[in-house]
């Protein structure tokens, strides 16, 4: 029981509804500010009566934002108090019984889960007050169940404890409702939920604003984004949220095989939504439903299009029933749907970044039983590429580990489990490393996204050109609104030039392991292809998966292949020019994109068409020279750092004697000295314990195709087949 004093000294509150935090939902908890919850002579852990178009209870919590007059609840306790976000609710503390006895009765839609245990149930809902009417989620499943209190014992406010026996009603009508999605559901697009509510909620509720103003009511909103990344879920939760008629179509659904159905479908759909005003009618794929008209062959087609522009035109309800479309493919869209009076705004719904990947992943989690070494976000940001459907899956993929796991060490009875050994099952951050392993990113599926392992610690020397990439990647992706501030533009690409072999390749995959972001690698050549315009598609498809991906490193090895010098070797092809006027606009339209960092390596500058190289397309040019003394050194070490060397072994001395020899080259040399050492280990003319002598690399080093006895050794070992590495590799021959 809370004792909150005599109902004389209390004090009733008009605050503002805000959204709950994610690990309040489910559990009636109201969030206020320290100086409300004074001013009502509450504390943390009262029961508050929140009153807005019906009576809803909650427990009071402290809300850590502070912010005065606003009192955050999820939207079962909204739906429960009939009130929406930003309206306006009556908040006082009462008093409150323990509960003896509450009768439930579900609420789902659809099939019902197999067995609801009522054990289960009471661990879920102890401490959640309640109130004969209101509605309560049971997170039990993965889909979390609404359940409609239709009784208990006492009457009136009543907070469930360890005790009270609660039981599921069977066969009792109720006409509760209860959103099945709600905003909390919607992780990491807080400002695509803000507009899409500005434009949907406020002509649904606040018609007489708009008359006012003198202003028509927008019509429609279209959503396009990747698939996955929630358009649909965030017109579901807008829809449960606005408490209006809710009509979902999906696009192929209208297409009908007799003439004329077609068009009789869709004035049937647009028909029921404005007998149901207010009303949302959302058309999911819409661009199967209004294809543009010059392109498709069909007659069927053309007449859905006509008809459905000629029904968004005849809406006289206007501001009552809003029309949401969706798809990933605006660009097929029928022009002439896309204009102001039908679809009003057009609102992209992007792939997560790391903070909205950490958002999704909370909604997805919360009722998952997370061990302590789980940390959610180094799991977003191991995630790029990720958009919303892809880390669901991979909650359920990580949630598969766990059990398969605790299957193989703990015997499971058909008739349940020791509530003991159901203790032990938790979710590890093992279990994530795995399914990320599993789980592949929607976003980039069409490229291979390295996640690279490598930092400039890997690589020996090159110290001015490390110091230059990171003053690059601070000034134009950390540092970028100093740009802003005087009107400049940020560096834009970077291009790395040098001989074969000198580690343009490997430093920017060390770039992208220092900076801990993902590589997209485009060789050049992979791009073309013998159909007219395709190589141009590959390339636009190349920039929107790294405008997708972004923050992302997008790297462009042996770009000479793409963009030529005209006139050099083209042997009268026009593809060149074409592949190069697509890549300087690309890159001309990665100006208002922050995060994209272009990379472009060549051996051969002077083959590269100078459009690509004026400034604000590659604004740097880092030359690689072969190493000098001390970087040789230091790569011979790195090479070396791994493999047991005698001590007579001096890399000074060594790096003294290959002079004009590249980063490549010298790793080569290392590899051949280690391979002669291990074949003369194995046929017994050494002794333990193993090490390559100070003989092996003078060995390598006489002679560019290695000693006549090296030569034997390796070809012997390569017919016995057993210079494989373990992963498909051979060791090249020292004759090679």
């Known amino acids: 029981m809370t004792e909150n004093g005599p109902q004389s000294l209390t004090e009733a509150l008009t605050l503002r509804v805000a959204e709950a935090r994610v690990e309040d939902v489910g559990h009636a908890i109201a969030r206020l500010a320290p100086v409300d919850l004074q001013r009502m002579n509450a504390r943390a852990g009262s029961v508050l009566k929140i009153t807005g178009n019906t009576i809803g209870v909650a427990r009071a919590e402290v809300s850590d934002d502070g912010h005065e007059g606003m009192i955050q609840i999820d939207g079962t306790c909204r739906s429960n108090c009939g009130a929406g976000l930003q309206e306006q609710v009556t908040v006082t503390p009462v008093e409150c019984e323990q509960a003896v006895a509450v009768r439930l009765v579900p609420l789902w839609i659809g099939a019902a889960p197999a067995t609801i245990a009522p054990d289960r149930m009471l661990e879920d809902l102890v401490d959640v007050p309640v109130?004969?009417?209101?509605?309560?989620?049971?997170?039990?499943?993965?889909?979390?169940?609404?359940?409609?209190?239709?009784?208990?014992?006492?009457?009136?406010?009543?907070?469930?404890?360890?005790?009270?026996?609660?039981?599921?009603?069977?066969?009792?009508?109720?006409?509760?409702?209860?959103?099945?999605?709600?905003?909390?559901?919607?992780?990491?697009?807080?400002?695509?939920?803000?507009?899409?509510?500005?434009?949907?909620?406020?002509?649904?509720?606040?018609?007489?604003?708009?008359?006012?103003?003198?202003?028509?009511?927008?019509?429609?909103?279209?959503?396009?984004?990747?698939?996955?990344?929630?358009?649909?879920?965030?017109?579901?939760?807008?829809?449960?949220?606005?408490?209006?008629?809710?009509?979902?179509?999906?696009?192929?659904?209208?297409?009908r095989?007799?003439?004329?159905?077609?068009?009789?479908?869709?004035?049937?759909?647009?028909?029921?939504a404005a007998r149901h005003a207010p009303a949302i009618l959302f058309i999911d794929e819409i661009d199967a439903v209004a294809p543009k008209r010059t392109e498709v062959a069909g007659e069927v087609e053309k007449r859905v299009v006509a008809q459905l522009l000629s029904l968004m035109d005849g809406f006289v309800a206007r501001g009552q029933v809003i029309v949401i479309g969706a798809t990933n493919i605006p660009e097929v869209l029928d022009?002439?749907?896309?204009?102001?009076?039908?679809?009003?705004?057009?609102?992209?719904?992007?792939?997560?970044?790391?903070?909205?990947?950490?958002?999704?992943?909370?909604?997805?989690?919360?009722?998952?039983?997370?061990?302590?070494?789980?940390?959610?976000?180094?799991?977003?940001e191991h995630s790029h590429g990720f958009v919303g459907a892809d880390l669901e899956a991979l909650g359920q993929e990580v949630g598969m580990i766990a059990l398969r796991r605790f299957?193989?060490?703990?015997?499971?009875?058909?008739?349940?489990?020791?509530?003991?050994?159901?203790?032990?099952?938790?979710?590890?951050?093992?279990?994530?490393?795995?399914?990320?392993?599993?789980?592949?990113?929607?976003?980039?599926?069409?490229?291979?996204?390295?996640?690279?392992?490598?930092?400039?610690?890997?690589?020996?020397?090159?110290?001015?050109?490390?110091?230059?990439?990171?003053?690059?990647?601070?000034?134009s992706h950390v540092r970028d609104e100093i740009y802003e501030q005087v009107g400049l533009a940020p560096p834009r690409g970077i291009l790395l030039t040098g001989p074969s072999g000198t580690g343009k390749t490997a430093m920017a995959r060390a770039l992208s392991g220092e900076k801990q972001i993902p590589l997209i690698a485009i060789d050049g050549p992979q791009l073309y292809s013998k159909w007219l315009g395709e190589s141009e598609r590959a390339l636009r498809e190349v920039f929107k998966k790294a405008r997708r991906a972004a923050p992302c490193i997008l790297f462009f090895d042996t770009i000479d292949a793409i963009a030529p010098k005209f006139g050099a070797d083209q042997f009268g092809t026009d593809v060149y020019q074409r592949i190069l006027s697509q890549l300087l606009r690309e890159i001309d339209n990665l100006r208002d994109v922050k995060g994209v960092i272009l990379l472009a390596a060549t051996n051969r500058p002077e083959r590269i068409d100078p459009a690509l190289l004026r400034s604000g397309r590659f604004d740097y040019i880092l030359r690689f020279a072969k190493p000098d003394l001390a970087e040789r050194t230091a790569i011979l070490q790195l090479c070396c750092r791994r493999v047991p060397v005698a001590p007579d072994v001096d890399f000074n001395e060594f790096a003294g004697r290959m002079d004009g020899l590249t980063g490549a080259d010298i790793e080569s040399l290392c590899k051949k000295a280690t391979l002669f050492a291990i074949a003369e280990f194995e046929e017994g003319t050494r002794v333990a314990p193993f090490a390559v002598l100070r003989s092996d690399f003078l060995a390598v080093l006489e002679s560019d195709r290695g000693s006549p006895k090296q030569v034997a050794v390796i070809r012997k070992w390569k017919k016995a087949n057993v210079l494989s590495n373990g992963a498909g590799d051979t060791y090249p021959d020292a004759s090679d």
């Open 407 to 475: 299957l193989s060490s703990v015997p499971v009875e058909v008739g349940g489990t020791d509530s003991a050994e159901l203790e032990r099952l938790q979710v590890t951050r093992d279990d994530f490393l795995a399914g990320l392993k599993e789980v592949e990113p929607s976003a980039t599926r069409e490229f291979f996204i390295e996640k690279s392992s490598s930092t400039f610690a890997s690589l020996g020397g090159l110290h001015e050109v490390k110091r230059l990439l990171d003053a690059v990647f601070e000034h």
């Open 257 to 272: 095989k007799f003439y004329g159905e077609s068009e009789a479908k869709l004035r049937e759909v647009f028909e029921e």
């Open 131 to 255: 109130i004969t009417g209101c509605v309560v989620r049971v997170p039990t499943f993965a889909k979390a169940v609404n359940f409609h209190v239709v009784r208990t014992i006492p009457s009136g406010p009543v907070v469930i404890g360890k005790r009270t026996d609660i039981r599921v009603v069977e066969g009792e009508q109720t006409a509760a409702r209860a959103p099945s999605v709600s905003y909390e559901d919607i992780g990491g697009l807080e400002r695509e939920v803000a507009r899409v509510r500005e434009i949907v909620e406020l002509p649904l509720k606040y018609s007489h604003i708009f008359e006012r103003l003198g202003v028509l009511a927008p019509k429609g909103v279209l959503l396009y984004g990747p698939p996955g990344t929630g358009k649909t879920l965030l017109a579901r939760a807008v829809a449960a949220e606005s408490r209006v008629h809710f009509i979902h179509l999906n696009g192929p659904e209208i297409m």
């Open 335 to 380: 022009p002439a749907l896309r204009r102001p009076g039908r679809f009003d705004r057009e609102i992209e719904i992007g792939v997560p970044n790391t903070q909205a990947r950490l958002q999704i992943l909370r909604i997805h989690t919360r009722a998952m039983p997370l061990a302590t070494d789980v940390d959610l976000k180094e799991i977003a």
